[in-house]
Structure formats: structure tokens, C-alpha cells
């Protein structure tokens, strides 16, 4: 419960969205009304822009990870790589939109057939150089004033020094192209 609460007051109201799918407008403005009042006092009339300063996060867990069939999962280490990008509205969005479709990525393994991404740089360059790369995936968040460029990759914990190498090496050729 406390960890709930902690958790809750990293959430101002002024960042929430709520949403409501095959519902009468009313009655879900009612829901939040009764479920989210200290929220919907809240004043959201001073608009904080955004700033990106990276930073990381690392969280270690000792757990061996679910077994749902008869092979084990393997454990994995994900990392994410990212730099400042442009906002959706932006002139240089459409660059950021064609970069991330080039650098693509996907799994060691795609379900539905061959053929879907295997051109793509991060597959040429990284999935098929490597075997012990699980995932390499180049993902771009636009949002209202910024946006954030990430390269994700997942590895085994032994290999993920060559990880981060082989995913500086991307970002730099990312860097490259849109300059």
C-alpha cells in the first residue's frame, strides 16, 4: 500500500489522461469525479515544457525468470539507449520517422514468416552479426515540445559490455544520418 502511494504522488493529476472506450461521456466523467477529486482540483493551468537531461536506471533482480513451457526463459539484460529527437510538429519529425523505419530491429526470432524487417539496419548489422542479441529495436517518442531516439537491446548478462558497444556504434551512424 505505501509502495502504491509513493508511487501515486510521482503522478500529478496535470500529467494524467483518462480514457474511456465504449463508454457514455458522462458516466465516465462521473467515475473519475467520485475515483480521482483531489486530481480534478488540481490547477493545470501552468504548462511545464519538457527537457530531456538522460540519466539511467538500473534495477537488478536475482529472480530466474518464469518457466511457461518446457524450455526455461533465458535470463536477459535489456538496455536502452536514446538521444534528444525533435517534437511532432517539428520540421525535422519526418527525419527522426524515416530513421526509425531504416534502423527498424525486431527479435532473434520473428513469428509470422520470413521476411518482415530483415533489411533493416539494426537486423543486417547487429541481429545477424550476432548471435547472443536477442532484440535490437529503434523506437522514436514524439511528443508536444520534444522527443527521445532510442535504440533497445536485450543480451544475456555475460555479453552486455558488446551490447552497449554494438548499440553506441548504431546510435553514432544514427547520429551521422540525421545531421
Not at 80 to 106: P, R
Request: glycine share 10%.
Amino acid at each position: 500500500s505505501s509502495g502504491i502511494n509513493a508511487e501515486w504522488s510521482l503522478r500529478p493529476g496535470s500529467r494524467m489522461t483518462l480514457v474511456g472506450v465504449g463508454v457514455d461521456h458522462e458516466a465516465l466523467v462521473r467515475s473519475a469525479q467520485k475515483h480521482f477529486p483531489t486530481v480534478l482540483n488540481e490547477d493545470t493551468s501552468e504548462e511545464n515544457v519538457a527537457e530531456y537531461s538522460g540519466g539511467y536506471c538500473y534495477k537488478h533482480d536475482d529472480q530466474p525468470p518464469p518457466s511457461i513451457g518446457p524450455q526455461e526463459l533465458p535470463t536477459l539484460t535489456h538496455v536502452a539507449i536514446g538521444f534528444k529527437s525533435s517534437a511532432h510538429q517539428h520540421e525535422d519529425y519526418v527525419k527522426y520517422c524515416v530513421l526509425n523505419t531504416l534502423m527498424g530491429g525486431g527479435g532473434s526470432f520473428s513469428a509470422g514468416g520470413p521476411g518482415k524487417g530483415m533489411y533493416t539496419r539494426l537486423y543486417l548489422q547487429v541481429l545477424n552479426r550476432y548471435h547472443w542479441i536477442y532484440s535490437a529495436l529503434a523506437l522514436n517518442h514524439p511528443y508536444q515540445d520534444c522527443g527521445i531516439f532510442t535504440i533497445n537491446g536485450s543480451c544475456h548478462p555475460n555479453h552486455v559490455g558488446y551490447l552497449i558497444i554494438c548499440m553506441c556504434d548504431v546510435i553514432f551512424i544514427c547520429d551521422v544520418m540525421v545531421l
